[in-house]
């Protein structure tokens, strides 16, 4: 957002404030600042002028500037009513050599799960792509996507949502104590570089928000279903404020992950790219690694989809 409009809004956030002392303040115009007013009016901010001045009174929209204002964490916002895919956004993003952007969309075209499945996406749900420049071991990498589910899980929870991570990036709702759930989010994480080094990563994260389950696949939930529509806006803004937490504090990861996870001490069947394991998931390690006790052995699966 502009700053001197990201600035006007925090001048009448908490209380009316005349148009000259915003003038001054900011050492611009009062015509300037009547246009900025009028401009954050059309982006969706509601504003009242009453005899006192202009007051910031509601953030009711879903848009880039709404998600920007009063958020937390250094994310600028590339939103889109709708797109093909936040990813490919995001990926184009970061060729060009930006980061810390979060692109965000009403409703995807051609949004892409992992393993190359489609992914459903239509308008409602939390469709986000965060772009970042990770100075990191690229074998630290999964750490990332780690906090993607750590700080969806919470936002959902937050929500009201009785939300947990199915290894290793799968957010969940319990259906039964037998291991069963229904999905809430998946993330996409998708990376450039070499082999010592990161050139950007792209964690995508789709949520099934406010979405009527006949649009969603069988096995899907969302948070309509189970606690009822969410602000997405406020939503958004945990997640990007919680995935920062988490990428300056990767030590912190994978225990948090811990404490949310649905998989451990469970039976689980992992697909691997060398073949299936089938035991029980004991633990993961420190770089995010799933550990499963076949009854012979301990084996340590850094990547696959279970079970
Ligand atoms: C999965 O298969 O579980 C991962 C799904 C990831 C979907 C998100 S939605 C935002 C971003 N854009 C995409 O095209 N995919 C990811």
Same mark, same amino acid.
């Given at each position: 957002?502009?700053?001197?409009?990201?600035?006007?809004?925090?001048?009448?956030?908490?209380?009316p404030?005349?148009?000259?002392?915003?003038?001054?303040?900011?050492?611009?115009?009062?015509? *300037?600042?009547?246009?900025?007013?009028?401009?954050?009016?059309? *982006?969706?901010?509601?504003?009242e002028s009453g005899p006192t001045?202009?007051e910031?009174?509601?953030?009711?929209?879903?848009?880039?500037?709404?998600?920007?204002?009063?958020?937390? *964490?250094?994310?600028?916002?590339?939103?889109?009513?709708?797109?093909?895919?936040?990813?490919?956004?995001?990926?184009?993003?970061?060729?060009?050599?930006?980061?810390?952007? /979060?692109?965000?969309?009403?409703?995807?075209?051609?949004?892409?799960?992992?393993?190359? !499945?489609?992914?459903?996406?239509?308008?409602?749900?939390?469709?986000?792509?965060?772009?970042?420049?990770?100075?990191?071991?690229? /074998?630290?990498?999964?750490?990332?996507?780690?906090?993607?589910?750590?700080?969806?899980?919470?936002?959902?929870?937050?929500?009201?949502?009785?939300?947990? $991570?199915?290894?290793?990036?799968?957010?969940?709702?319990?259906?039964?104590?037998?291991?069963?759930? !229904?999905? #809430?989010?998946?993330?996409?994480?998708?990376?450039?570089?070499?082999?010592?080094?990161?050139?950007?990563?792209?964690?995508? $994260?789709?949520?099934?928000?406010?979405?009527?389950?006949?649009?969603?696949?069988?096995? /899907?939930?969302?948070?309509?279903?189970? *606690?009822?529509?969410?602000?997405?806006?406020?939503?958004?803004?945990?997640?990007?404020?919680?995935?920062?937490?988490?990428?300056?504090?990767?030590?912190?990861?994978?225990?948090?992950?811990?404490?949310?996870? #649905?998989?451990?001490?469970?039976?689980?069947?992992?697909?691997?790219?060398?073949?299936?394991?089938?035991?029980? /998931?004991?633990?993961?390690?420190?770089?995010?690694? #799933?550990?499963?006790?076949?009854?012979?052995?301990?084996?340590?699966?850094?990547?696959?989809?279970?079970?």
């Amino acid at each position: 957002m502009n700053e001197t409009r990201r600035a006007i809004l925090e001048r009448i956030a908490d209380g009316p404030v005349s148009g000259p002392d915003v003038a001054e303040s900011l050492e611009v115009s009062r015509a *300037a600042v009547w246009k900025h007013i009028e401009a954050l009016r059309e *982006a969706g901010f509601e504003i009242e002028s009453g005899p006192t001045g202009y007051e910031l009174t509601d953030v009711t929209v879903y848009n880039g500037p709404a998600v920007e204002y009063g958020l937390e *964490a250094p994310f600028s916002v590339d939103y889109h009513d709708s797109v093909g895919s936040t990813n490919d956004r995001a990926r184009e993003l970061a060729t060009d050599g930006a980061s810390d952007v /979060a692109v965000l969309a009403d409703e995807q075209t051609g949004g892409r799960g992992r393993l190359e !499945r489609e992914w459903s996406s239509p308008a409602g749900g939390v469709w986000l792509s965060i772009v970042s420049r990770p100075v990191i071991a690229p /074998a630290r990498a999964p750490l990332y996507t780690l906090a993607a589910s750590v700080a969806t899980a919470r936002a959902a929870r937050e929500a009201g949502v009785d939300a947990r $991570i199915k290894w290793p990036n799968d957010v969940v709702v319990p259906v039964d104590d037998d291991g069963s759930y !229904r999905k #809430l989010a998946g993330i996409l994480t998708e990376m450039e570089g070499e082999t010592d080094r990161i050139e950007w990563l792209v964690v995508g $994260i789709g949520v099934n928000a406010n979405i009527d389950d006949s649009e969603l696949p069988p096995e /899907a939930t969302s948070v309509r279903a189970e *606690a009822g529509d969410v602000d997405r806006r406020a939503f958004v803004q945990r997640v990007l404020e919680e995935f920062d937490r988490y990428r300056n504090d990767l030590e912190a990861v994978v225990p948090a992950w811990r404490d949310l996870a #649905l998989t451990l001490g469970q039976r689980v069947r992992v697909d691997r790219p060398s073949g299936e394991i089938v035991g029980e /998931a004991v633990d993961v390690t420190d770089s995010g690694a #799933l550990v499963v006790d076949t009854g012979e052995e301990q084996v340590t699966v850094a990547a696959g989809d279970c079970e």
